[in-house]
């Protein structure tokens, strides 16, 4: 069989850091261990029945057979305008501020070849989420990194960007609360990143994927809250983490019009819509009962009490996040991210995931998802507390 070189350009995407100690968990599994998974980011709990039955029902609905319109059903970003309203006091035209999406991450990885020409500079969080980076290759742009530092609560410092690098930037991807270290951003932050944004031409990109996820009676804030957001950028909020619905690849950009319209056309050549029964689900759960959210909230709270009270209680000094559904450990002294993380699968068959493949200030810290149960999570803990290094302390 002939073999077909790939191309240049899938050649140059990032490599998948996570692969090896993904492979070696799955070995610890096949030699019959009780290997407890706390590395990746997939929601354990289920959609919630109402947005389930929604879809059933559409289902059935012959209008849903046939090609949905380009673009999205006009109830569909209506709904989102409503819940935009409803949630954040944010107002949205629906038919020039909001765009469809598979996914969040379809439209994260679509935004730089809609903005961008090859060479142009990104702006990336470092630690970060690492399908900021595919969308930046597919597009031939530079990547400078911002340091997201525990001093400055995970939040870049923007004195410490180069004035070149500001001046060469033309997008930022941002992304509270955030995906690896659980820190909250304030409206304060959002202001003075519009007006970065103003005085240096940069369009930013704030992933909400975890908006829904905020601890400690604290609502984490839309970018869009934040005056004259939508003259400088987007939000893209996902449906997977907020209704727990990861498989059925839904989500939104919302805010500024150019942005917006360069998402749709883009899109028209990708796709069609998607499966209409989707979008009626997803509007039923941006518009239909909310008790769900609340109680997905005080599980995870819960959950990460129990794992941070927990991990305090041997000695391992950590902090709680602030949301998101992510712990983000520094690791004792003395180990790499990925040394340590190594022993917690060898001699705790607990994954971990190293933060330094999230970006080079990820290192000194693992990943950990609070994405089972407390059970599991307290059993994790009690075998944490018997490696030798916390035995000692
Ligand atoms: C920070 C962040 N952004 C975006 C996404 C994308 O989610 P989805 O593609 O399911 O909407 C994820 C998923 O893990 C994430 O962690």
Known sequence: ??????????????????????????????????????????????????????????AANPINHKYSPFQGFPYLKKAVSDFYFREYGVELNPEKEVAILFG????????????????????????????????????????????????????????????????????MFLNYPNNPTGAVADLEFFEETVSLANDHDICIVHDFAYGGIGFDGVKPPSFLQAQGAKDVG???????????????????????????????????????????????????????PQDCVKELNEM??????????????????????????????????????????NILLEKAQVVAAPGVGFGSYGEGYVRIGLLTSEERLAEAVKRISELEIFKKS
Request: charged fraction near 20%.
């Open 234 to 288: 987007i939000e893209i909020y996902t449906l997977s983490k907020t209704y727990n619905m990861a498989g059925w690849r839904v989500a939104f950009a919302v805010g500024n019009e150019s942005v917006i319209s360069a998402l749709e056309l883009i899109q028209d050549h990708l796709y069609v819509s998607l499966f209409g029964a989707v979008q009626e689900a997803a509007a039923e759960a941006l518009t239909g």
């Open 104 to 171: 969040g991450k379809a439209g994260l990885v679509e935004i730089p070849q809609c903005l961008l020409n090859p060479g142009d500079t990104v702006l990336v969080p470092d630690p970060g989420y690492p399908d900021y980076w595919s969308g930046v290759a597919l597009a031939k742009a530079e990547m400078v990194t911002m340091p997201l530092k525990e001093e400055n609560r995970f939040l870049p410092d923007y004195s410490e960007l180069g004035t070149e690098d500001l001046e060469k930037a033309k997008l």
């Open 1 to 58: 069989m002939k073999h077909f070189p790939q191309s240049e350009i899938l050649n140059s995407l990032p490599k998948q850091f996570f692969a090896s100690l993904v492979k070696k968990a799955g070995e610890y599994i096949e030699r019959g261990f009780d290997v407890i998974n706390l590395g990746q980011g997939n929601p354990d709990q289920p959609t919630p029945g109402h947005i389930v039955a929604k879809l059933q029902e559409a």
């Open 300 to 341: 995870y709270e819960q959950r990460r009490n129990c794992l941070i009270d927990g991990l305090c209680s041997i000695g391992w000094d950590v902090s709680a996040p602030k949301g998101s559904f992510f712990a983000w450990l520094k690791v004792p002294n003395g180990f790499s991210s990925e040394e340590f993380s």
